[in-house]
């Protein structure tokens, strides 16, 4: 697929006309309109199901019907065959139904919930530039069994969804207007934010009153500039909730447990890219929530619980941030066996675990392979999971919290930007150089005397708040930046013995405190990919202008110690 174009194999013919690159062209484009309806389409469909299992009524079912009767229309208007054949058939099913001769039953809506699945795995491979041809034909003769009135027999449903369209055609369509128009306003927003910056500090230098406010007025419009922009750029976060309307239906049975979803927010907006990537760390946070939050129905009952369990899937914007929740009116985490598995592990000694407050006992299910599970199954508790997604959000320039309260459920918080490009940084200093640590990671910045680091078993230890952090400089990070490299004294160098200058910075599986030499403030930056000639720099995730116009690296402290 080339400039968000649906490849079409047209095989030999005679040399096109004007005419004939018209109707292409034509062509192309409602293809392209297919892809987006068809998408929403299927997303709905999810929901309807999800609806009808729990006892829907005529008017579900009417509803998809005319949802299947207009996915088969058009797809055969536009050329796709197997999609217009196979939703061709499950309208059969839902005219069935609807007309009187059959009724809903759990092996039907099964099947109809393998359609759909079958229909957007069909769909996802015409957007990547393929035919759209699948085996359809077993459950295509099930749909025909069932419209005979046959007894239907247990079908195995999958999990997870296809992979989430990263077609630009998609959402090309879906915005009209070029993604990559978007992307160039995006990137010419951030080159603004120079600007005002480099006046800031003339103005600092020049201690001219009336140029410090126009850099300031500048600064505030090319801000609320870069936020319009942002607006345009995202789709609602509904798309991508929808598409687990179904994997929790299929998780839920898996265990013999009864779920629900439920979905807040869905007008939310959530960029485009940050969209496609957050998928996979739901998906871990949905099959944490279905195996090991929620408890099994006779559990629930027992303590006075709805014996169905509950999953909320909620986003609500605030400011430049998009905040994510993973909700459950589970069990909750118990801080006492996840101290006992940290023992067990060897990650801590009796005595320090005991001394982890709960909030920092709870944190340690981020880290990788830590699972309290003590058995394996086809959902979770194979010690993966949790990691991947603080990984992944992190890597989204973004932070993940969990909120818990044992007998009432968990919560797992996930903030993240709404613009990749555009960063907010804390500036520091070590040595002669400049670096840029990205403020998200940044809890705190505090000056620190000699006397408050004390030594313990593990190494150089402040007390934040009655928590022994880990101590470490920057420089002990082992900066291998060639000519850009730190000068300072490389990895175990001395505590110096003055006021240091310290950041407090969140790190996967404990927080840890950072020295360095200077605290220059904060600063928004336009992210700059390093030169492919450069290659993959361990812990340095970019670059960025500053209004000096030197050049600082911008650094991925997880990067620089994995």
Known sequence: MRNGDVQIESGTRA?????????????????????????????????????????GDPDLIDAIFREMHTLKGTAGFVGFESIRTLAHKLEDIFGALRDGPL?????????????????????????????????????????????????LAPVELPTSQPEPDTTPATV??????????????????????????????IAERLQDEQLTSNAAVISRLIHELGMQVSSVRPVPVERLFNRFTGVVRNLGREPGKEVQLVIEGGDAPLDRAISER???????????????????????????????????????????????RVADDGRGIDADRVRRVAVERGLYSKEEAAALSDERAIHLIFASGFSTSTTVTDVSGRGVG?????????????????????????TFVIQLPLSLA??????????????????????ETRQIAPGEIQTMQRGKVLFVRDTALPVRRLSDFGLQISDCGDPTPNPQSAIPNRISPAIVIRRAGR???????????????????????????????????????????????????D
């Open 103 to 151: 009724d809903v039953t759990p092996e039907l809506i099964d099947t109809a919930f393998a359609g759909v699945q079958m229909l957007a795995a069909m769909r996802e491979d015409i957007a990547r530039g393929g035919t759209g041809e699948a085996d359809a034909a077993s459950l295509i003769a099930r749909l025909e069994a069932a419209q005979r009135g046959e007894k």
């Open 278 to 324: 957050m998928y996979d760390p739901l998906i871990h946070l949905l099959r944490n929530a279905v195996d090991h939050g929620l408890e099994p129905t006779v559990d629930r009952r027992r303590v006075g619980k709805p014996a169905e369990g509950t999953i909320r899937l909620s986003a609500e914007r605030r400011g430049d941030v998009v905040i994510l």
């Open 386 to 410: 949790l990691d991947v997604v603080m990984q992944n959000v992190r890597h989204l320039r973004g932070n993940t919290s969990v909120e818990t309260e044992l007998g009432r459920g968990t």
């Open 511 to 561: 927080d840890e405190v950072l020295l360095v030499d200077e605290l220059v403030g904060k600063q928004q930056v336009v992210l700059k990919p390093l030169s492919p000639y450069l290659g993959r720099m361990r812990g340095v995730d970019g670059a960025a202008i500053l209004p000096d116009g030197s050049v600082t690296l911008i650094l991925d402290v997880e990067g620089l110690v």
């Open 172 to 201: 090309e369509t879906t915005l009209r207007v070029k993604v990559e128009t978007l992307d160039t306003m995006m990137e010419l927003v951030g080159e603004l934010i120079t600007a005002p910056n480099a006046l800031m500090a």
């Open 15 to 55: 040399p096109m006309t004007e005419t004939d690159d018209l109707d292409a062209q034509l062509l192309r484009q409602m293809q392209q309109d297919f892809l987006a309806e068809s998408l929403e389409i299927l997303d709905r469909l999810g929901t309807l199901l999800v609806k009808l299992e729990k006892g």
């Open 422 to 443: 555009i960063l907010q940084v804390q500036l520091v200093c070590v040595g002669e150089h400049t670096y840029a640590l990205p403020l998200h990671i940044v809890r």
